[in-house]
């Protein structure tokens, strides 16, 4: 993405990375309401969407019932986080808070200045429809449900799932597999359709 960006002109010093930090319970609740919502969109269930990667067979799948559920995937000593891998280059921001300090740490972050009218309630209210449409053409093209796949290939595929005996080096190393695997998957999705043919798109050294 930074080499796209300097492709298309903007200089190497404009470009500022983060990477966004979050408490794992905020996180998950954020997305138990996101995959209902995705759900309802797709057609389907929550207790349907479960059905694969957490294996779900009870009755209605509550909030938390569902942070239960996930949390009950995750080998000892893993993260939630497990799938992707730090950006040595990035600014971390915590983005735990759901309120106006979410806002305050990335604007900190990437040196921002927000006008005062702008409450976190204004900004949301602009920000969901933005990912409701999102989520609905993500329906529409079929990603939703290669995202679904990619992410139930990495909870049963035993050579990058997490196991307690593992060592620290190969927990590392199958945090580094899973990041690939996600990165590679989901660029190929997104895409589809996008002419990169005549972009230089090689690994920054």
Known sequence: ????????????????VIELTIDPFVKLRGWYHRGKRQAEQNGITMEETCKGYLK????????????KAV???IPEGGTLDAGYEDCPIAKKVDVSGRDITHCDNVDKALELTRSDDWSYESICAKV?????????????????????KIMAELATNP????????TDEVKE????RRSTLIQAK??????RGMDIGKLDLEDEE
């Open 71 to 73: 949390m009950a995937t």
């Open 128 to 148: 969901l429809p933005l990912d409701e449409a999102r989520d609905a053409e993500m329906v529409a093209t079929g990603s939703m449900d290669e995202f679904g």
């Open 159 to 166: 050579a990058i799932k997490d196991d307690e005996k593992d």
């Open 1 to 16: 993405m930074i080499q796209y960006c300097i492709h298309t002109g903007v200089p190497r010093d404009h470009i500022t």
């Open 56 to 67: 779900w067979e009870g009755d209605e799948l509550t909030e938390d019932k569902y942070v």
């Open 173 to 176: 190393l199958k945090k580094k």
């Open 186 to 191: 989901s660029w190929k999705e997104s895409l």
